[in-house]
């Protein structure tokens, strides 16, 4: 494996140049990467198929669409993102006036999971461009396909000056957190978040860590319980279950909790037919290694729904658990697979409680159309975000900054939010020559404290 170092020696020469800050250049940037979801969106949609089975909606709706989304958002809000802004400037400063500057970080390394190669890869980026960074690309070496064509793709279309992609697995990782970044962007699991953030404490680097964890949906019996139904066996099975922000687990009011389960089937065999392992449009896990983890979490419960696997199809059927044994490494561990855990419970601060005595999660889900419900499950939990009376979608709300809390991670991204987080704002402060109040220069004689003191 060649060094690092060189390539990200040419980024940072590329960015002192000053190429990366003026609007029109980001522009010309967000466009170029445009032109490559646009007129790639054929063999991007081979790659993520090749990679996860992943269908051409799919692809379109979760991948390539997302970005397509987020780079018209932020093409159109960039001029207004990057305007100083003023603030207001005290008496003891006046004559002057303060604005907040956003200037470029500099050089920031992105780095991917390989549940969404792409989204994940690009919408990072975007927000790096936008705030005008040069950035070093890392995909995920799990999912091979997308990670080649993406370091075939990224060079032809963006700056090569301003981009660079390194492929490869843990070991070009490493070498790439022992250089000096101005900002790591990872997206991927709470273990390797622990590795980053420790590389980058080196170099007093900050980080933005987007990690995962075991996001609760809180169904309640007033609810419409055939669109929960439909709305959570879409969340979770979506991506076959490898989704951050994809109900981990569902509690489920006790009067309810059959009816709703018989909907989830009905669900399931609506999107996907009798057996989901002959539709089009169900994936598969990324490797051999993750289905055999995800396999055996569906042995800490009781089969419901499903259960039936292929590991030489890496298929695993939606599956929905019930009796699930709370020791159980499927109530320990982040499912990342469709395997949905189903727990009833008999009041809503049983189920508030259930959520607060385990770590902060990436999303809370909570179907009920009580007011009072939402303001109680909203006011005493905390997560990354929240979405109530569906799952997954506050994602697709470009304003809505989209990031963990605690052990999901910290920092965030999506629209304004991304442009900040690949930003540093500036204080500047600038002063009049003119009018030098003596009150700050010593000697310090009676009269100057009093006034300070009627100052301040
Ligand atoms: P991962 O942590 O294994 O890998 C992420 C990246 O880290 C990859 O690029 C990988 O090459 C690199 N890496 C692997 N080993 C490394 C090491 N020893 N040192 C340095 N870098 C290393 O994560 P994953 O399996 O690709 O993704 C699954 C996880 O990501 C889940 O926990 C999921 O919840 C999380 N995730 C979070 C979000 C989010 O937006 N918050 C989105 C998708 C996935």
């Known amino acids: 494996m060649t060094e690092p170092t060189d390539s990200i020696a040419s980024l940072r020469t590329s960015f002192d140049s000053g190429k990366t800050r003026p609007e029109e250049w980001r522009r010309a940037q967000l466009e170029r990467l445009k032109a490559l979801a646009e007129e790639n969106e054929d063999a991007i949609a081979e790659?993520?198929?090749?990679?996860?089975?992943?269908?051409?909606?799919?692809?379109?709706?979760?991948?390539?669409?997302?970005?397509?989304?987020?780079i018209g958002h932020t093409k159109s809000h960039?001029?207004?993102?990057?305007?100083?802004?003023?603030?207001?400037?005290?008496?003891?400063?006046?004559?002057?006036?303060?604005?907040?500057?956003?200037?470029?970080?500099?050089?920031v390394l992105i780095m991917a999971p390989w549940n969404y190669p792409v989204n994940l890869v690009l919408t990072p980026l975007i927000g790096a461009i936008a705030a005008g960074n040069c950035?070093?690309?890392?995909?995920?070496?799990?999912?091979?396909?997308?990670?080649?064509?993406?370091?075939?793709?990224?060079?032809?279309y963006l700056d090569p000056d301003a981009f660079k992609v390194f492929e490869g697995g843990a070991d070009v990782s490493t070498a790439l957190l022992e250089e000096r970044f101005d900002h790591i962007f990872f997206t991927g699991s709470e273990q390797i978040g622990r590795i980053v953030m420790t590389a980058a404490a080196?170099?007093?680097?900050?980080?933005?860590?987007?990690?995962?964890?075991?996001?609760?949906?809180?169904?309640?019996?007033?609810?419409?319980?055939?669109?929960?139904?439909?709305?959570?066996?879409?969340?979770?099975?979506?991506n076959a279950g490898q989704t951050c922000i994809?109900?981990?687990?569902?509690?489920?009011?006790?009067?309810v909790a059959d009816a709703f389960i018989e909907k989830l089937g009905t669900s399931i065999r609506k999107f996907f037919g009798k057996d989901a392992k002959g539709s089009p449009d169900y994936p598969r896990i990324i490797s051999e290694r993750h289905?055999?983890?995800?396999?055996?979490?569906i042995e800490g419960g009781k089969i419901a729904i499903g259960g039936e696997s292929d590991r030489t199809e890496k298929y695993i059927a939606p599956t929905v658990l019930t009796e699930v044994d709370p020791e159980a490494a499927v109530m320990r561990?982040?499912?990342f697979g469709p395997v949905?855990?189903?727990?009833?419970?008999?009041?809503?601060?049983?189920a508030i409680r259930f959520v607060t005595s385990r770590p902060k999660p990436l999303a809370l889900y909570l179907f009920t159309k009580s007011a009072e419900i939402q303001q109680q499950v909203i006011g005493r939990t905390s997560s990354g975000g929240a979405c109530i009376n569906d799952v997954v979608m506050h994602l697709a709300v470009p304003e809505l900054p989209f990031g963990g809390v605690g052990p999901s991670g910290m920092g965030a991204y999506h629209g304004r939010a991304s442009f900040d987080t690949f930003s540093h704002a500036r204080a500047v402060l600038t002063k009049s020559e003119h009018l030098d109040v003596p009150l700050r220069y010593p000697p310090f004689s009676g009269w100057k404290l009093k006034a300070l003191k009627w100052l301040q």
């Open 47 to 70: 790659a993520l198929h090749a990679d996860l089975g992943k269908s051409r909606f799919e692809a379109r709706m979760t991948e390539t669409g997302t970005v397509l989304a987020e």
């Open 78 to 107: 960039l001029k207004a993102w990057m305007q100083p802004k003023k603030v207001s400037t005290p008496l003891s400063n006046q004559p002057g006036h303060s604005r907040i500057v956003y200037e470029p970080l500099g050089v």
């Open 135 to 156: 950035a070093a690309i890392k995909p995920s070496e799990v999912s091979p396909h997308t990670s080649a064509l993406l370091a075939r793709l990224i060079p032809a």
């Open 202 to 238: 080196k170099h007093l680097t900050p980080v933005t860590l987007e990690l995962g964890g075991k996001s609760p949906c809180i169904v309640h019996g007033d609810c419409d319980l055939a669109t929960a139904a439909r709305r959570v066996a879409w969340g979770k099975f979506l």
């Open 246 to 255: 994809a109900p981990d687990y569902v509690l489920v009011h006790e009067s």
């Open 291 to 297: 289905f055999d983890r995800v396999a055996g979490l």
């Open 333 to 335: 561990e982040e499912i």
């Open 340 to 350: 949905l855990p189903v727990i009833s419970y008999r009041t809503i601060d049983d």
